[in-house]
DNA sequence: CTGTTAGCGCCTTCAT
DNA sequence: ATGAAGGCGCTAACAG
């Protein structure tokens, strides 16, 4: 038995002869290991934590959820997982929580900021042997083993082409309101957009970036002067939270048959937004899926197995009206 | 232990005061079952059977390939799958095929055909007490305990709504090219597809469906034909498979920068088109969520658990040259 | 109606 | 470098 397991999971001290006829065995008689057993059989249980962003968006809120869905499905697997809220926006606060956690948990997901103090946290982290997946945002020059979210230049062209096809050969305006540039998904997302409305509808201007921090208010402020200054706006694009704001200032211009907006993210807001015919479409990352994947990266990860990257892609998901979950 | 395995699953022989009890002491001590432990020590193994077409398209193909890649995963759990092939178009062949399986599995996912015939049978497997999934396309009438599969009204609805947008405020006809209207999810997406065009889109007009078969020969005379006859038409919606066949006719007419085209499912055919431009979008449902899903739901018939029906929901995606996976 | 017991297949520790 | 043995937490058969 302790011969076969350990050729099973590759661990030293097996005569490579004697290594070799295992295989054999295990070909021939087509053994294949029962994971149910072995969940039961580990002693030793791996502990993740998930840095979120604190007061996060119902976006951040559903991955939270869906982490402590997961709860139960962990502790089968002789594994735990617990949220750990950081102020997300700040750098050095940040990275004071991340390196706090240095040598405590087995596995780390975090909503990251992409800044250099971040970045060294994140090594230290790895340095210290703990598994690092980002979460949502990545950072790219970073340790991290992996990234669970989307490719955020691809959401922002599906963005633009979809508004560049939907205002049906009109010429005029695309308003683009962010939460922050210095968010390396915002940024992203707005880099995709502008290259597809550019290159691809010569009859469409992309207005310049307006920040309104994620923020229903500020958002709502940006969208109406917008509105107010750009008679002929044609699109609008919102890239991060904050919709309802947008929403509320394109209802009230009244001009939303003639904007096409895309939001990003399916909360209870955009829904009623894409039934209303404000919004015409949303830009979906599931958050269940993403938790989920994050959760399974880790205890490959902890667990020296591979991982399957096919199935832990995330995918840029379209929703209009007709095809709401 | 015996008793309150009895308490948890509901069974039967336990005074109700002393399962008052137990569920008290559970909740105290926040007791969690071990699912690993459960499969583990569970004799029993369960049999399950996909009755999927014979000599399926490559979404059909891709299902089965999700079957097989779950035999680890089933066997972990003391269950195991098996595909069987079957004339599916002929609902007496199909038939047949699933009366022969009475008694023979403890469930039976069926990709069927909607027709009197074939209710019975499966009518037949319930009856005698196998859990009977239908997957793809569903047998509404009948006895089946779940479908696994997407709203095809909504999928229709969907490929309506982008045509009708994507064409940007040209009048004109639009083409249907369906496998066969008695195929239930066919049906399905034609009158949500007209639905949406007829209502929402007063400057396009759909014309009659015409079917091939979802063969790629007939459909690629239908596209062409359709093309001669139409010089105004401005989009086209393959329903089924069989999509080279109308790619190629539209490809060869030179006019597919006139014609917004829409297809569904993800083939090395359709993602060629979109990046090429030949297709605007294409609807997809995911043959490997409908596989896993399938197994899970029989699963967890087997076992009498309850299925988590918000997890279980085939989505329509909506997948464009931007956020091909 | 309730309690006892023998595994399920693996991981881990300890002995050889 | 290999082997032996004790659980892990449950299910199912059986005893009381």
Same mark, same amino acid.
Do not use: K, M, T
């Given at each position: 038995m302790a011969t076969l397991d350990r050729v099973l999971h590759g661990? *030293? =001290?097996?005569r490579e002869d004697t290594a070799r006829r295992v295989r054999e065995t295990i070909d021939r008689f087509e053994f294949r290991p029962s994971s149910a057993a072995a969940d039961l059989a580990r002693r030793r249980s791996s502990r993740f934590a998930f840095v979120m962003p604190e007061g996060g968006n119902l976006f951040m809120q559903a991955i939270s959820a869906a982490v402590e869905d997961m709860a139960a499905w962990l502790n089968a697997r002789r594994a735990s997982a617990e949220t750990i809220r950081a102020d997300v926006f700040n750098p050095a606060a940040l990275a004071a929580t991340l390196e706090s956690l240095v040598g405590r948990y087995d596995g780390v997901a975090v909503v990251a900021l992409d800044h250099q103090s971040v970045r060294a946290a994140i090594d230290d982290l790895v340095a210290g042997g703990t598994h690092v997946v980002t979460l949502v945002?990545?950072?790219? =020059?970073? %340790? %991290?083993?992996h990234y669970v979210g989307i490719d955020n230049v691809a959401a922002g062209r599906t963005a633009g082409s979809l508004i560049g096809r939907f205002v049906g050969g009109r010429s005029g305006k695309v308003g683009v309101v962010a =939460?922050? %540039?210095?968010l390396r998904d915002h940024a992203e997302r707005v880099f995709g957009f502008n290259q597809v409305i550019n290159l691809e509808f010569p009859g469409l201007t992309a207005l310049g970036v307006v920040e309104g921090g994620d923020r229903d208010e500020a958002n709502e402020a940006l969208t109406a002067r917008l509105l107010a200054e750009q008679p002929d706006l044609v699109g609008l694009y919102?890239?991060? *939270? =904050?919709t309802p704001g947008v929403v509320k200032s394109l209802a009230d211009s009244g001009r939303e048959a003639d904007v096409v907006f895309i939001a990003h993210d399916l909360t209870p807001v955009t829904r009623r937004g894409l039934l209303r015919g404000l919004l015409d479409a949303v830009i979906v990352q599931d958050p269940g899926h993403e938790a989920r994947s994050a959760i399974r990266v880790l205890l490959s990860l902890a667990r020296r197995e591979p991982i399957l990257a096919e199935q832990e892609k995330i995918r840029v998901e379209i929703v209009m009206r007709d095809n709401l979950p």
């Open positions: 661990r *030293a =001290g097996v945002s990545d950072v790219p =020059g970073s %340790r %991290r083993h =939460g922050s %540039r210095s919102n890239v991060g *939270a =904050g």
